[in-house]
């Protein structure tokens, strides 16, 4: 039987992904290999949820967001009889590796695959946080930030028209990522982040002096992760005495279609996949250093920390007042 790579979706959705997908179909086809799509994540490879791509089949994607293949969360993956079962069904189909398109959790099933079931694997990184370690950039990250940052101009709009401050939670699991660059790109008064620990007094007292000085209206962006956006809402309009209100973006910001970047990114990623497995590569996690397509020991990948941008998180709050 000639040989093929998997290619699958983890976690959460991002767009890009299906640019992703895409690209790595095509750049298997164009090697000589059968690709095989297996849907939902890890759960498809223990359901039997598999099925040949061809060239066609990934037509009309590469502007599409969410994932064509769909995903889900495996937890039975985390346990050894299932990934010897993935590993078995890996080979039934004559599998020579498996693309991986998700986050941190996805690459250690990957890792798990590869260690207990001898199976190639290789990460790409998709997802909208931009919270993996090893690389400088992940899939969805722009278009998430892009559509938070089109929603933060709407109710900037509604927020001038009332005299109001407007608080807006951003996605981003655990990291402040899309929340520092979409603060710094709507001109918010305060940004709070994970990473930066929290004073709402400081917050207050910006927003009152910034008052005081004739600015009547104000956005504040939190990233999901500080894990208190109502409360912070609450204390900001006691503090200041400004009528505030809170917006949480949510899932808005995984949906649409994926930017220029992602596109371009999702694609270059694949194709590099697709070349490490061609090449008997395994346990590599494809990332992007200096708008360079790298690649990193999945191990390695995942001890790795990542430094939040503490110099754009202090030139956000330098340019409000
Ligand atoms: P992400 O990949 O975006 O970090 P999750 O943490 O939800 O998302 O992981 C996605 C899937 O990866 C899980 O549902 C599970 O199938 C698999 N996974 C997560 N953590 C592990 C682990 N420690 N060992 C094996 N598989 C894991
Ligand atoms: O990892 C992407 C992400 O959207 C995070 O920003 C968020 O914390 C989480 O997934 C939400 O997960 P769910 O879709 O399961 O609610």
Not at 104 to 126: E, H, N, T, V
Not at 140 to 163: C, F, P, V, W
């Amino acid at each position: 039987m000639q040989k093929a790579i998997g290619v699958l979706t983890s976690g959460g959705d991002a767009p890009g992904m299906n640019a992703a997908v895409r690209a790595v179909t095509r750049a298997a086809i164009r090697k000589g290999y059968r690709v095989i799509g297996i849907q939902r994540g890890y759960n498809g490879l223990l359901n039997g949820e598999c099925e040949e791509l061809s060239c066609r089949d990934v037509s009309d994607i590469i502007q599409r967001g969410g994932t064509i293949l769909y995903t889900a969360r495996c937890l039975e993956f985390k346990e050894e009889p299932y990934i010897m079962k993935a590993a078995e069904k890996c080979k039934e189909m004559n599998m020579d590796g498996l693309v991986v398109i998700g986050g941190d959790g996805s690459f250690r099933g990957a890792a798990d695959l590869s260690r207990l079931g001898g199976i190639k694997c290789i990460g790409i990184p998709g997802t909208i946080d931009n919270d993996i370690q090893c690389t400088e950039y992940t899939i969805g990250y722009d278009t998430a930030m892009n559509t938070a940052l089109e929603m933060i101009d709407k109710i900037r709009d509604t927020s001038q028209s009332h005299d109001r401050c407007s608080v807006v939670e951003v996605m981003g699991r655990h990291a402040g990522w899309i929340a520092v660059n979409v603060a710094t790109a709507s001109g918010a008064i305060a940004c709070l982040t994970p990473e930066v620990p929290v004073d709402i007094e400081k917050v207050a007292q910006k927003i009152n002096e910034a008052h005081a000085d004739h600015k009547e209206h104000f956005i504040v962006v939190v990233a999901e992760g500080v894990e208190d956006s109502e409360g912070i809402t609450k204390k900001l309009q006691e503090l200041t005495g400004i009528e505030t209100r809170l917006t949480v973006l949510g899932h808005v910001q995984r949906g649409g279609m994926p930017t220029v970047r992602d596109r371009v990114a999702a694609s270059q990623m694949g194709c590099h996949a697709v070349e490490l497995i061609s090449r008997g590569i395994s346990d590599r996690v494809v990332g992007m250093k200096d708008n360079k397509i790298i690649d990193v020991d999945i191990q390695e990948a995942l001890a790795m920390q990542k430094p939040f941008d503490e110099e754009l998180y202090r030139m956000c709050d330098e340019l409000t007042f």
